[in-house]
């Protein structure tokens, strides 16, 4: 970055990627999700009802189960737990209920998991995947094979491990210090994370992984990205090693305001290496006049923000 004589920003860890961020910056939204569960992680207030988020504070397990209850009377009061366990560092409580259609009914069975990281009170609360936990009702063998399907998505919870960066372990990082340390890579992986800086400036980072299947609806995306922005500036620019363009236009009723897109043109669907990866944020000059005063403008700060991002070391080991 032009600030290193500054010091004004900071390395993070962000999914497979590293990269530099203003000192200050906190995530603001964040979410993942592999083929066993997924979940937000941006803190969340100890009241709300999140169903998945990351819990902070000596309350947080009762939090949780709380949150679940209030769901499950929510849903139908007569409705009772399937199956739970509120001991040990990995949690899990669902129930059972049938939903029925004119045209079908499922059963269902909602199944909320907690990872708990005594070492910083923290708690990631999770859902497991709608593929594992719905069957068709003429499914006899459903509670056999939901078994199956919670018993590898708790398997998955231990993944989810304390590693402070910096570090070179494999897998997703969440922040700098919560790490998704899998061996291989998801083929549905889906990563999103925001930096904001308490003032007019962030980044957000958007890396999911399409299946094969979904070649046409990926390719949609990007396309759909880039004519939309067809008449602003923009141009080729490399990022972490993927080709792509980035798009800068004006944000707002600030001169020294913009906003920048970056899309990767180089994603494959079926590839968990190459995939759909989206960069967006908007830079403030007046959020930083120290790098002003050196003659750089909010165009060459977003240029070099993009260029701060990195495949971390090990990063990519596991994908494909």
Known sequence: MADQELDLFKNVCAGRYTLDIP?????TAGFFKNDAYHFAFDKQKPEGNETTSLISGSKRLDIWESRVERLRVRDDPKIQYITKQLQGNIRHLAYYSLFETSSRSTHMLDTYMLRDIPKIKASIS??????LK???SSDKNYPVKYK???NYALSKQEEIIYQPWPHKQLGICLNNEILINSVTASLNELFSVKWY???ESMIELTSRAYEADDAAHMQNEIDSILKLNQYFANSKLSVANRNGRVIIQSAGYSPSKIAFTWIATDAKAGSTRFPYLEITGYVEMKDFPEIAAKGLNETDLAIGWLKSIQVRENGMVGTR
């Open 134 to 136: 719905n069957f068709k």
């Open 148 to 150: 199956e399907n919670l």
């Open 23 to 27: 000192k200050g910056s906190r995530i």
């Open 126 to 131: 999770s859902l497991m995947n709608f593929n």
């Open 197 to 199: 800086n308490g003032k």
